[in-house]
Structure formats: C-alpha cells, structure tokens
C-alpha cells in the first residue's frame, strides 16, 4: 500500500488549500481513509475520515463545517478541501488508510498505512 499526499503550500489567512492522496497498491474496498495532522511540538490529531465505499463521513468536531473529505474512487484519490484557514490550522498533514472494521476512526493507532505528510503554513 502506498498513500501520497500533496497539495500542501504557503496560504494567507482566510484562503482555501485542497490536499489530494493518491492510494495504491491494492483494492481499498471496505478500507477507511484519514487525514490527520500534527503541529510542531504537538500530538497528531484527527481532522477527518471517509469510509471508501460509500462516502460516510467523520470530523473532528472543531474543522466541521470549514473542511470536507471526499473521495474519487475511479482515481483512488482522496481530498481535503481546507476553506478559511487560520494560523492555527498550520501542521503537517497526513493521509491514512485503515482495514479495521467496527474502530471509531479518530485514533491514529488504528491506521495501518500513513503518506509521507504534506506541509500547510498558514500565514500572513
């Protein structure tokens, strides 16, 4: 299984980024894909997950409304689209993949396949 994250950038606050993750490597059906995110000197956190088949859709409870996952599935690619950045929303993201069945999807413990991370810097 390989993930690839891009799409990370520089942006002012108040702009929009679109990060993609492109799987491979195998059949991701029943799979769980998240994208998490760390800041310097702290933990990795949940931002959001997406179920591959069928589109169900987690957030953390703070990005709601201002981030949105989705999928394409004829591309294997994962989006995040990131509106109305603030400062804080600066981390590296990460995408994941999760062959778990019945977990919560919030902890990074049950993510088996992670990218390479893609940096946000949010600033003015």
């Known amino acids: 299984v390989q993930l690839q994250a891009s799409g990370g950038g520089f942006v002012q606050p108040g702009g929009s980024l679109r990060l993609s993750c492109a799987a491979s490597?195998?059949?991701?059906?029943?799979?769980?894909m998240g994208w998490f995110r760390q800041a310097p000197g702290k933990e990795r956190d949940f931002v959001a997950s997406i179920r591959w088949s069928g589109g169900i859709t987690y957030y953390a409870g703070s990005l709601k409304g201002r981030f949105t996952i989705s999928i394409d599935i004829a591309k294997k690619t994962v989006y995040l689209q990131m509106n109305s950045l603030t400062p804080e929303d600066t981390a590296v993201y990460y995408c994941a993949a999760s062959s778990r069945s019945g977990g919560s999807y919030y902890r990074s413990d049950e993510y088996a396949y992670w990218g390479q991370g893609t940096l946000v810097t949010v600033s003015s």
């Open positions: 490597g195998r059949t991701f059906s029943g799979y769980v």
